[in-house]
């Protein structure tokens, strides 16, 4: 690719969609899995704000750690009408999040945290995704499959997930878990990378 760095990037996250998404920019980087304990959604909180939050906490707590580094957090939530469906817990709950979302248009959103020396930027981007209305086999079979279980709102558009989908409107890449044009502008408008050949 064509961006550089002098940066030390660490990406708090062990999402392999994400892995692959941030290596497009073609600069090496490390993962460091954030354990730090995601809290609920607040009573009337936004979606918005609940992501970002959650892409705060995963962040800080690599950074902890890692001080003198970029870390990069990322959470992704799907919303339908303002309330929140994070991953499924178990086959049962995946089934029932896409038969809510059957026919529905909902939300993606992903919050992103950059964390370096003590300072902070964030920000938010959300997709619109529509499902297909969708009969209760393929739900079932789906489901059956075990691809809903590790991703917010039970399916993965990239996986066999994307058949349930009739349309989107925005980032594709954002509905997979990392908005990385969105990324490459937030860094490069400050300074974190910059395009081979660049003046330092």
Do not use: C, W
């Not at 469906?85 to 992103?112: D, M, N, R, Y």
């Not at 959300?126 to 691809?147: C, H, M, N, P, W």
């Amino acid at each position: 690719m064509f961006f550089e760095t002098d940066e030390t990037i660490i990406l708090a996250s062990a999402s392999p969609r994400r892995e692959e998404l941030l290596s497009r920019l073609g600069m090496p980087f490390t993962i460091h899995a954030s354990h730090a304990e995601e809290r609920p959604i607040e009573n009337g909180e936004k979606p918005e704000t609940y992501a970002q939050a959650l892409s705060s906490i995963k962040a800080s707590a690599i950074y902890e750690d890692h001080p003198g580094t970029l870390v990069i957090g990322a959470d992704t939530v799907v919303a339908l009408d303002g309330k929140v469906f994070p991953k499924p817990k178990s086959t049962a709950q995946a089934v029932e999040f896409l038969t809510e979302l059957s026919g529905q248009t909902h939300s993606v959103i992903t919050g992103v945290t950059l964390l370096r020396e003590g300072a902070i930027t964030m920000f938010t981007i959300s997709t619109e995704v529509t499902f297909r209305k969708l009969d209760s086999a393929l739900i079932q079979a789906y489901a059956a499959t075990g691809d809903p279980l590790d991703k917010a709102g039970g399916y993965g558009i990239q996986t066999a997930g994307g058949l349930l989908v009739k349309e989107i409107s925005g980032d594709y890449d954002n509905v997979v878990g990392l908005p990385i044009a969105e990324l490459a502008d937030a860094m490069r408008s400050r300074g974190l990378i910059r395009l081979k050949g660049d003046e330092r």
